[in-house]
């Protein structure tokens, strides 16, 4: 797959979960307590997603140098975008 553009992922650890008025654009929220990942859809159209980290859900990785690879890919239905996040760049496909 080709790479159509990359964007650059905060990943914020956290506890609870910020309300969704509360979430900052590019940025994905993880709970390992509960988890859980949960961000504004990475391709600007504000769309809550949710990452189930247990039971067949997404497999998160943390890397070594502090970045996060999540798998496999996450597709957004409602607005036809696809990306993969790896070492914490969100790379569109």
Known sequence: MKTLKKV??????V????????MEPETLYISEKYQ???GLCLCG????YVLPL????WVMTKENNGTV???????????NSHYIIRKSIANFV
């Open 69 to 79: 690879t999540f798998s496999p890919s996450i597709l957004n239905t409602w607005c």
């Open 8 to 13: 650059p992922v905060k990943m914020v650890f």
């Open 54 to 57: 247990h039971n067949g859900g």
């Open 15 to 22: 506890d609870t979960m910020p309300e969704i008025d509360k």
């Open 36 to 38: 859980v990942a949960v």
């Open 45 to 48: 159209c504000k769309e809550q």
